[in-house]
């Protein structure tokens, strides 16, 4: 049933994922008044309620819902474990939370600030590293820099093929054709990074951000800019791509299993041979991309362009 503004009450019932919550329509749009969850109690768009309880369904997992209620009412980033902050960002990212999510950055930041003075796991600190970028053709491949802190550097060039950032923080960070080929980045964040290619490499295959063969499961890459990186043969299975900048990217024989590239733009990208299953590629930009004999059964298209995408073979 479609009910309009008018006819919502102030109470407003919530089922997420099957975790029924109860707030106000004030709490879900004065906070962040430019976010999907405001949009959809603005009065600009029909709302569907269950007929008989009045209860407006959301199709996302409701683990964290609570948090981002709390964030709404209070304005306080809730205390978690790594791995949970990397699912809240998520969720802040679908609801278009801006302040959630900017919020969780800098907690991830402050606590890898504290951690990397004693972490006994990393061999470089964040200060031997930026004594490192310093000087010319920096290589830092092979080094264990597990859980660094690495937000907001200009790592431009710098090559770390295969080195560990496993739960390295490179938020926002220049990476402009760095090299991270056969890296093991399990559960690394990239995101809001700067990753594409110096625009005097153009045409230059030694120019492009190069992930080929990294294993990036579970990594945070939303709207990072990949454009045209190589990311051949990467594990990128439950990665978080969402907005990201991945025109012309080469996602060759790629693993993106359960990645999250919701509204991403792939305009150009070369897909072969990837693995789709599972893949959420809802309101992403496909246009031009190369998706011939992909298997696209288990994949989420809904709103995504296709137009001009090479589909001979495609299995849909």
């Known amino acids: 049933m479609s009910t309009s503004l008018s006819d919502l009450p102030s109470l407003v019932r919530l089922n997420i994922g099957g975790k029924k919550f109860c707030t106000t329509r004030d709490t879900l749009t004065q906070r962040e008044p430019d976010s999907m969850l405001a949009a959809m109690f603005s009065g600009r768009y029909n709302m569907h309620q269950d007929s ?25 980033v809730p205390t978690l474990e790594d791995s949970e902050y990397q ?8 609801y278009q ?6 919020g969780i950055n800098a907690a991830l930041s402050r606590r890898y600030e504290n951690d990397s003075k004693d ?8 200060a031997d590293v930026i004594k490192c ?37 490179f938020a926002g960070a220049n990476l402009y054709s760095a090299k991270f080929r056969d890296v093991d980045g399990s559960g690394s964040n990239f995101h809001n990074a700067n990753l ?9 295959l030694k120019g492009r951000c190069e992930f080929i063969g990294a294993n990036l499961r579970g990594a945070l890459l939303s709207g990072a800019n990949l454009q045209s990186a190589t990311l051949q043969d990467a594990c990128l ?27 991403a733009n792939l305009e150009g990208a070369n897909l072969k041979g990837a693995k789709l299953s599972g893949a959420n590629l809802q309101g992403a930009n496909l246009q031009r991309a190369y998706l011939r004999q992909v298997d696209l059964r288990d994949t989420h298209l809904v709103g995504a362009k296709l137009d001009g995408a090479n589909l001979l073979g495609a299995i849909r």
Do not use: M, P
């Open 133 to 169: 970028i310093q000087f010319n053709r920096v290589r830092l491949r092979g080094v264990n820099l597990s859980g660094l802190n690495l937000s907001k550097l200009d790592l431009s060039l710098v090559d770390f093929s295969n080195a560990c950032i496993k739960g390295v923080f």
């Open 97 to 102: 939370l801006l302040g959630l999510s900017e």
């Open 87 to 94: 699912e809240l960002l998520r969720e802040a990212e679908y």
């Open 196 to 204: 594409r290619e110096y625009a005097y490499f153009i045409e230059n």
């Open 237 to 263: 299975i439950d990665c978080s791509f969402c907005l990201a900048d991945l025109r012309s990217a080469h996602l060759q024989t790629a693993d993106l299993t359960n990645a999250n590239l919701e509204g």
């Open 52 to 76: 008989d309880k009045g209860i407006v369904f959301v199709d996302r997992d409701g683990k964290h819902f609570r948090h981002v209620l709390n964030w709404l009412r209070d304005g306080v």
């Open 119 to 126: 972490d006994s796991r990393a061999e470089l600190t964040r």
